[in-house]
């Protein structure tokens, strides 16, 4: 894991109605243009976030939801599969969101999210939908794309 700043450098943009991209530089790391973590966050009637980064970078993450919309009001948070990039903060945010949702493969809250999640996640099926208010989001499993066969 590369080193990060004590506050690494996050920023929030909107790249469609409603739905913003939280980005988070990383420094300490040889990567020819640099790198970073991102978030999706879907402004909805039922906000969905679209993985929840480290949990060293919730602080941040937070923030920058917050100015959006009051991070309490998350409805989902969701992830592709199960690594600390994608969902290291998931009890962080289970913490600050109390009706949250964790929204997963089936595979994943079976081998991993079930486990680890301090609430049971939302395990989804292949085609299932899920309402956001004016968004639905569709789970299509994906398994070993980009990699594990939970991923989706």
């Not at 998931?90 to 301090?118: H, R, W, Y």
Request: glycine share 8%; charged share 25%.
């Amino acid at each position: 894991m590369p080193k990060l700043k004590d506050r690494p450098e996050t920023s929030i943009d909107e790249i469609a109605d409603g739905i913003y991209r939280i980005s988070t530089a990383v420094t300490g790391i040889d990567v020819p243009g640099g790198f970073s973590f991102n978030q999706y966050l879907v402004a909805d009637d039922e906000p969905l976030l679209f993985h929840m980064g480290l949990r060293g970078l919730f602080a941040n993450t937070r923030a920058a939801i917050d100015t959006v919309l009051p991070v309490s009001r998350l409805r989902y948070i969701a992830f592709s599969h199960f690594e600390a990039d994608e969902c290291g903060a998931m009890n962080e945010f289970l913490a600050v969101a109390p009706k949250a949702e964790v929204v997963c493969s089936k595979i994943a809250a079976m081998t991993s999210a079930g486990d680890q999640a301090n609430r049971p996640p939302r395990a989804m099926a292949d085609g299932e939908t899920l309402r956001l208010g004016r968004r639905e989001m569709r789970w299509l499993d994906a398994p070993h794309l980009p990699h594990g066969w939970d991923c989706g």
